[in-house]
C-alpha cells in the first residue's frame, strides 16, 4: 500500500529540520515518488521552513509550522504554513540573474526555484497563518 499523505507540526526553531528531512525521505519512499520528485518535494520544504523561521519571528517568540504533503495520481500537493509575521514569498521581486556575483542583490533565488520547478504555487494568510500552497509532478522526468 502506498503512503498518501503526511502532516507534520514542528516548532519554529531549524534545530527540528534533520528529524523532518527524515520524515520526508519515509514519506517519498512509503509514496514511491520519483527521485526528482523526492528533490524538488525537499528543496521546496527546506528553503519555505528555513525562511519562516529565519524571517516570521523576528522578535523570537515561538511559533508552530506546519508541513502537509498529500499524493495524487500526477502531483505531490505541498502546504506549508506558519504563525509568523504575514509574508507573501510570491511577491517579492524576482532575484537578478544576470551578471557577475558581485553586482547581484542576495535573497529571492530559492523562491525563484521553486516558482519554476512547481506546477502551481500560491500564498494566503488564513486565520493568522501564512499558508503557501504548492503543486508538484509526482513523476518529474
Given at each position: 500500500m502506498t503512503l498518501r499523505?503526511?502532516?507534520?507540526?514542528?516548532?519554529?526553531?531549524?534545530?527540528?529540520?534533520?528529524a523532518l528531512v527524515a520524515r520526508?525521505?519515509?514519506f517519498a519512499e512509503a509514496a514511491d515518488l520519483s527521485p526528482k520528485a523526492t528533490h524538488r518535494l525537499q528543496?521546496?520544504?527546506?528553503?519555505?521552513?528555513?525562511?519562516?523561521?529565519?524571517?516570521?519571528?523576528?522578535?523570537g517568540r515561538?511559533?508552530?509550522?506546519?508541513?502537509?504533503?498529500?499524493?495524487?495520481?500526477?502531483?505531490?500537493?505541498?502546504t506549508l504554513s506558519d504563525d509568523g509575521d504575514?509574508?507573501?514569498p510570491f511577491t517579492?521581486?524576482?532575484p537578478e540573474i544576470d551578471g557577475t556575483l558581485d553586482e547581484?542583490?542576495?535573497?529571492?533565488?530559492?523562491?525563484?526555484?521553486?516558482?519554476?520547478?512547481?506546477?502551481s504555487f500560491a500564498y494566503r494568510r488564513e486565520n493568522g497563518r501564512n499558508v503557501v500552497?504548492?503543486?508538484?509532478?509526482r513523476d518529474a522526468a
Amino acid at each position: 500500500m502506498t503512503l498518501r499523505e503526511m502532516d507534520v507540526r514542528l516548532p519554529n526553531d531549524l534545530s527540528q529540520m534533520p528529524a523532518l528531512v527524515a520524515r520526508l525521505d519515509s514519506f517519498a519512499e512509503a509514496a514511491d515518488l520519483s527521485p526528482k520528485a523526492t528533490h524538488r518535494l525537499q528543496l521546496a520544504v527546506d528553503e519555505f521552513v528555513n525562511n519562516a523561521v529565519d524571517y516570521g519571528y523576528p522578535d523570537g517568540r515561538p511559533g508552530e509550522i506546519g508541513v502537509q504533503v498529500r499524493c495524487a495520481d500526477d502531483s505531490v500537493e505541498l502546504t506549508l504554513s506558519d504563525d509568523g509575521d504575514p509574508f507573501d514569498p510570491f511577491t517579492a521581486p524576482s532575484p537578478e540573474i544576470d551578471g557577475t556575483l558581485d553586482e547581484r542583490h542576495i535573497g529571492g533565488l530559492g523562491v525563484h526555484l521553486i516558482r519554476t520547478l512547481a506546477r502551481s504555487f500560491a500564498y494566503r494568510r488564513e486565520n493568522g497563518r501564512n499558508v503557501v500552497t504548492l503543486s508538484l509532478a509526482r513523476d518529474a522526468a
